[in-house]
């Protein structure tokens, strides 16, 4: 009588647990995954945004009422997204804006261009972007979070992904994905796949890793040639399988005043022509002296966004046996827009065999050279030519010497001494 008593009891509380909609207390998101309790947990955690989504979906012809109500059910939603990612709720809310642009994404009804899609783009996928943008410039390494982000962005465009979309993912995956992140790019079939063959070709364009010591952090690189504006950028080296790739960045020139002289854009608009003002007069007379180079050594210009990819130029890396130099490689293929064609733009630093064994410790001028292609514009043709310019090389950043010592002893060959 005793074991049927037992019997009943524990019948009762699994009962209990199953019609509570609650069987576990999961102290991590990695436990929901393992679970396989994801999209459960976020369509239970936010029912009535579901149901206003599935409302949304279903009908042609949306009305005021439905869009207001959709939209107040989604803010209750990002609401908990501010924690993201530190907490397991800011995790499931994540995904719940993923599933529910899934699902409108799936309707009959999406064309691209009625209330179903603009609520999509905007509503849903543009919070999305925002997160995995704020979480980039976090320049923290968590595979599971950043798995979550791709994987959620995966779901939420399907196949209805467009170019300014791939940039924002070019961003997100980053140079170095974490190996399940690139699994998951190789095995798209829409605009990861594109992701993946960009950083498989991008690797390539680096025939040789650069000299060791740049491995030791990230470098600032000025580009100056006459009768052009100057052109700044962040090299930042990283190790991929005991190989050496460089990414880099490129600065506006906004953005290398507000970091290297510690004027900040103003928000008031009254007073951004005085700022501009003070901007072009430091940049135009800008000289690397050791005041200035001190600056920007000091200086905390960002260098989380760095890749092979930036603002339509590919990193090359080419090694010149015979002159013995180094040479790094930004460059922009033809672009044409209608009847305007904008040639080749390749710009390079050159480095020399003293700069390739030693760093200088300070700043580093070396040769520079800029090969532009003929353009169009306007009908009329510019015939392209090359240009000798100096790069400026000096660190910025934390740099680490250990990173360099180990490449080196990993470089060094065995050596077995035989005391026979």
Same mark, same amino acid.
């Given at each position: 009588?005793?074991?049927?008593?037992?019997?009943?009891?524990?019948?009762?509380?699994?009962?209990?647990?199953?019609?509570?909609?609650?069987?576990?207390?999961?102290?991590?998101?990695?436990?929901?995954?393992?679970?396989?309790?994801?999209?459960?947990?976020?369509?239970?955690?936010?029912?009535?945004?579901?149901?206003?989504?599935?409302?949304? !979906?279903?009908?042609?012809?949306?009305?005021?009422?439905?869009?207001?109500?959709?939209?107040?059910?989604?803010?209750?939603?990002? !609401?908990?997204?501010?924690?993201?990612?530190?907490?397991?709720?800011?995790?499931? !809310?994540?995904?719940?804006?993923?599933?529910?642009?899934?699902?409108?994404?799936?309707?009959?009804?999406?064309?691209?261009?009625?209330? @179903?899609?603009? #609520?999509?783009?905007?509503?849903?996928?543009?919070?999305?972007?925002?997160?995995?943008?704020?979480?980039?410039?976090?320049?923290?390494?968590? $595979?599971?979070? @950043?798995?979550?982000?791709?994987?959620?962005?995966?779901?939420?465009?399907?196949?209805?992904?467009?170019?300014?979309?791939?940039?924002?993912?070019?961003?997100?995956?980053?140079?170095?994905?974490?190996?399940?992140?690139?699994?998951?790019?190789?095995?798209?079939? #829409?605009?990861?796949?594109?992701?993946?063959?960009?950083?498989?070709?991008?690797?390539?364009?680096?025939?040789?890793?650069?000299?060791? =010591?740049?491995?030791?952090?990230?470098?600032?690189?000025?580009?100056?040639?006459?009768?052009?504006?100057?052109?700044?950028?962040?090299?930042?080296?990283?190790?991929?399988?005991?190989?050496? #790739?460089?990414?880099?960045?490129?600065?506006?020139?906004?953005?290398?005043? $507000?970091?290297?002289?510690?004027?900040?854009?103003?928000?008031?608009?009254?007073?951004?022509?005085? =700022?501009? $003002?003070?901007?072009?007069?430091?940049?135009?007379?800008?000289?690397?002296?050791?005041?200035?180079?001190?600056?920007?050594?000091?200086?905390?210009?960002?260098?989380?966004?760095?890749?092979?990819?930036?603002?339509?130029?590919?990193?090359?890396?080419?090694?010149?046996?015979?002159?013995?130099?180094?040479?790094?490689?930004?460059?922009?293929?033809?672009?044409?827009?209608?009847?305007?064609?904008?040639?080749?733009?390749?710009?390079?630093?050159?480095?020399?065999?003293?700069?390739?064994?030693?760093?200088?410790?300070?700043?580093?001028?070396?040769?520079?050279?800029?090969?532009?292609?003929?353009?169009?514009?306007?009908?009329?043709?510019?015939?392209?030519?090359?240009?000798?310019?100096?790069?400026?090389?000096?660190?910025?950043?934390?740099?680490?010497?250990?990173?360099?010592?180990?490449?080196?002893?990993?470089?060094?060959?065995?050596?077995?001494?035989?005391?026979?």
């Amino acid at each position: 009588m005793r074991k049927v008593y037992y019997l009943a009891v524990m019948l009762f509380l699994m009962a209990l647990m199953v019609f509570s909609g609650c069987s576990k207390d999961y102290q991590s998101y990695d436990e929901l995954v393992r679970d396989g309790v994801v999209e459960s947990s976020a369509r239970k955690s936010y029912k009535k945004f579901f149901d206003a989504v599935d409302i949304l !979906a279903q009908n042609a012809e949306t009305d005021s009422l439905q869009l207001k109500e959709v939209m107040t059910r989604t803010d209750d939603l990002i !609401a908990d997204l501010r924690d993201f990612p530190t907490t397991v709720q800011s995790r499931i !809310a994540l995904d719940g804006l993923s599933f529910a642009a899934a699902d409108l994404a799936a309707s009959p009804h999406f064309d691209g261009l009625n209330d @179903i899609s603009f #609520f999509w783009r905007n509503g849903l996928l543009t919070p999305l972007f925002m997160l995995g943008r704020r979480y980039v410039g976090m320049d923290m390494e968590n $595979e599971s979070t @950043i798995l979550q982000l791709v994987k959620a962005l995966q779901r939420s465009m399907a196949d209805k992904a467009s170019d300014d979309m791939l940039m924002e993912m070019i961003q997100l995956v980053g140079p170095k994905p974490p190996e399940s992140v690139f699994e998951v790019c190789r095995a798209d079939s #829409f605009v990861f796949k594109k992701v993946f063959d960009l950083l498989v070709y991008s690797r390539s364009l680096q025939d040789i890793g650069p000299p060791v =010591w740049m491995m030791s952090g990230p470098w600032f690189v000025a580009l100056v040639f006459e009768n052009s504006p100057m052109q700044f950028y962040a090299l930042k080296p990283i190790e991929i399988d005991d190989s050496m #790739f460089l990414t880099f960045r490129n600065y506006r020139p906004g953005v290398v005043y $507000e970091h290297v002289f510690e004027d900040p854009a103003p928000k008031d608009t009254k007073e951004m022509d005085g =700022w501009l $003002e003070r901007a072009s007069a430091h940049l135009d007379t800008l000289r690397f002296d050791t005041d200035t180079v001190n600056r920007i050594i000091r200086s905390d210009l960002p260098t989380f966004d760095s890749h092979y990819y930036y603002d339509n130029y590919l990193l090359g890396a080419k090694a010149d046996t015979v002159k013995t130099e180094f040479r790094i490689i930004f460059k922009r293929e033809q672009v044409q827009d209608g009847y305007d064609v904008a040639g080749v733009d390749s710009l390079e630093v050159i480095l020399s065999e003293k700069e390739v064994m030693s760093r200088a410790e300070f700043v580093t001028p070396m040769l520079a050279k800029r090969i532009r292609g003929d353009s169009v514009v306007n009908g009329r043709l510019a015939h392209g030519k090359e240009e000798v310019g100096l790069a400026f090389l000096m660190p910025i950043g934390h740099h680490d010497e250990a990173i360099v010592d180990r490449i080196k002893r990993r470089m060094l060959p065995e050596i077995k001494v035989n005391t026979n």
